[in-house]
């Protein structure tokens, strides 16, 4: 009768633990649904926002090469541009003075700087 006994305060002690347990998990396992309605929420707003911007990453795909191209041209056109500057006059003349360019800037317009308005 001894051995029942302690048989049945062992499977009390082991009940109280397994409801314990389950209290838990099911604590858990709400916690984790309020989350993953969150995440589901959080989803569906990232996914309304690339689909917005779907258009704009579709045109930068498709238009990538053409767009290169046109930054390659420009680039040269930029060179180029900067070449036939480099090659006026004015340019020549503010930058031969041992190349203080701030020098030649106050003598151009040295007459402008003391003046008060």
Not at 29 to 34: A, L, M, N, Q
Not at 43 to 54: F, P, Q, T
Not at 72 to 100: C, F, N, Q, R, V
Request: proline share 2%; net charge negative.
């Amino acid at each position: 009768m001894a051995d029942a006994a302690k048989d049945q305060a062992d499977y009390q002690a082991t009940l109280l633990k397994t409801q314990s347990d389950l209290a838990d998990a099911e604590s858990k396992h709400g916690d984790k649904e309020v989350e993953m309605k969150a995440t589901e929420a959080d989803k569906g707003s990232i996914a309304n926002y690339l689909a917005k911007i779907k258009p704009g990453c579709d045109f930068i795909a498709t238009n990538f090469v053409a767009r290169e191209g046109h930054r390659d041209s420009e680039s040269k056109a930029l060179a180029s541009s900067k070449k036939a500057l480099m090659e006026t006059p004015w340019y020549i003349a503010t930058h031969e003075m041992d190349g203080d360019h701030d020098k030649a800037y106050e003598q151009q317009i040295g007459q402008y700087l003391n003046k008060t308005f």
